[in-house]
Nanobody, 128 residues
Framework: QVQLVESGGGLVQAGGSLRLSCAAS????????MGWFRQAPGKEREFVAA????????SYLYSVKGRFTISRDNAGNTVYLQMNSLKPEDTAVYFC?????????????????????WGQGTQVTVSS
């Protein structure tokens, strides 16, 4: 059974940085796409970033490009989201998600409905 556990959230001032971690277990994740999504109060859950574990292909939400970086640690089965130059509008619960690469090879990494496995989320709050 796939388990995803996020950590690293917290309270930070605008302009600061946080690094989120997603510890994945229960599978060999070399055949998975891993994504980060976020949900602010009263809003829909939105795509933030994703990485294809096998070849490292990445995709980002336009508004976080150049500020956020997604990466993976193959040995540790962990996916990271380095968030720099944080803004108050980045405040949300951040979720890690996974989907099988072969099933969705021709589907955009940003499609929320294609992700089968989800973590419980970690809160990120950016104060102005």
């Amino acid at each position: 059974q796939v388990q995803l556990v996020e950590s690293g959230g917290g309270l930070v001032q605008a302009g600061g940085s946080l690094r989120l971690s997603c510890a994945a277990s229960g599978r060999t994740f070399s055949s998975y796409d891993m994504g980060w999504f976020r949900q602010a109060p009263g809003k829909e859950r939105e795509f933030v970033a994703a990485i294809r574990w096998s070849d490292g292909i990445t995709s980002y939400l336009y508004s976080v490009k150049g500020r956020f970086t997604i990466s993976r640690d193959n040995a540790g089965n962990t996916v990271y989201l380095q968030m720099n130059s944080l803004k108050p509008e980045d405040t949300a619960v951040y979720f890690c998600a996974a989907r099988l690469t072969p099933t969705y090879l021709s589907t955009s990494l940003s499609r929320r409905e294609t992700y089968e496995y989800w973590g419980q989320g970690t809160q990120v709050t950016v104060s102005s």
